[in-house]
């Protein structure tokens, strides 16, 4: 799979011009403060200036003029204001979202900073597939927290192609990711699990009563389909070269969303029949199709002491941890 990141940014939100710098009390010239993007995001999720300002324990005048403030620095307007509420401009949506990313890239430096000092200690994220790969590496963490009791694991749900933004970003310290993959960004270790591919159908269809599911089963039918372009192309190959026999109901990739498109009859799905609800039916491909899977980290990039040790307890100790 080809791991170039993907930018995530709001429809038609302009850009920013060249971004101004705030002048302090001496004259001298400072970028955009962290505590008044905080203050930002604060005021973005609560939709009200007055309950902000008690979250953040300030007064409103103050709070108020720190968002002017940086409006005025940045040359646009950030909100629209209303008598009660307030809500963001296209503008504001795009600095709630970079403000986000750098809140939590700022908060994940001071953390690996600290974990230079003293026991293993801190936090490690992870971006997961939905993969069978994850109860195995649901149980090295649990063999490593035994050894590191100190150490806190941060996991999301993501894509591949997400997961390789993330770590672009130096926002996440490793990804559990699933085949195609290309490697020659990352370093990586496999997992020696394979998921197999499968339909997901509700118990009344007709292929229920098969066995395994061929290609030529699927002709006519309305297939929900993988997001990632690189696994709909495995799926193309196992099919023949071409989807002309069926339609193309939709793409989907969270496992939860493509339950519900199949329970409420948009089509069958290809997937890995990851957690099967009793209200749906999992029939496997025949030919076998087959995905591995792997963790892999950002290659040049110096992991924190915390990931560094999860990764060697990987290296040494993951294979004789059951799977």
Same mark, same amino acid.
């Given at each position: ?29 400072? *970028? ?59 503008? *504001? ?11 939590? %890239?700022? *908060? ?42 100190? !150490?806190?694991?941060?996991?999301? +749900?993501? +894509? ?48 229920? +009563?098969?066995?395994? !599911? ?8 309305? %297939? ?60 496997? %491909? ?5 995905? *591995? ?8 990039? +110096? ?21």
């Amino acid at each position: 799979m080809d791991m170039n990141a993907s930018s995530s940014g709001v429809e038609n939100a302009p850009d920013f011009p060249e971004l101004p710098s705030y002048a302090d009390g001496r004259g001298v010239r400072s *970028g955009v403060d962290l505590r008044v993007l905080r203050y930002f995001l604060a005021v973005a999720d609560e939709g009200n200036i007055t309950w902000a300002a008690e979250l953040l324990q300030i007064s409103q005048p103050t709070l108020s003029r720190q968002l002017k403030g940086l409006e005025d620095a940045l040359g646009v307007t950030l909100f629209h204001r209303g008598p009660h509420q307030i809500s963001l401009t296209p503008e *504001g949506r795009l600095l709630r979202e970079r403000a986000q990313e750098l809140v939590q %890239l700022a *908060g994940k430096m001071e953390r690996e900073v600290r974990e230079l000092h003293g026991s293993l200690s801190g936090t490690i994220a992870i971006s997961c597939a939905e993969t069978h790969s994850m109860d195995w590496l649901a149980r090295c963490i649990a063999a490593f927290r035994q050894r590191y009791p100190e !150490v806190e694991f941060e996991m999301r +749900t993501c +894509t591949a192609d997400v997961t390789g933004d993330r770590l672009e970003q130096g926002l996440t310290d490793l990804g559990l990711v699933t085949e195609p993959l290309d490697v020659s960004k990352y370093d990586y270790l496999r997992t020696h699990i394979d998921d197999r591919w499968g339909i997901l159908m509700r118990p009344d269809d007709p292929l229920s +009563t098969l066995n395994e !599911v061929r290609p030529e089963d699927l002709a006519g039918r309305a %297939l929900i389909l993988p997001f990632r372009e690189e696994v709909r192309g495995e799926l193309v190959s196992w099919m023949g070269g071409s989807l002309r026999a069926v339609s193309t109901a939709g793409l989907c990739d969270l496992s939860i969303n493509v339950m519900a498109m199949v329970r409420g009859g948009v089509g069958l799905a290809m997937s890995f029949g990851l957690g099967v609800p009793d209200d749906l039916c999992f029939k496997p %491909l025949s030919p076998v199709l087959e995905s *591995g899977g792997a963790v892999i980290w950002k290659r040049g990039r +110096t992991l924190t002491p915390a990931a560094a040790a999860f990764v060697e307890f990987l290296r040494t100790e993951g294979q004789r941890i059951a799977r």
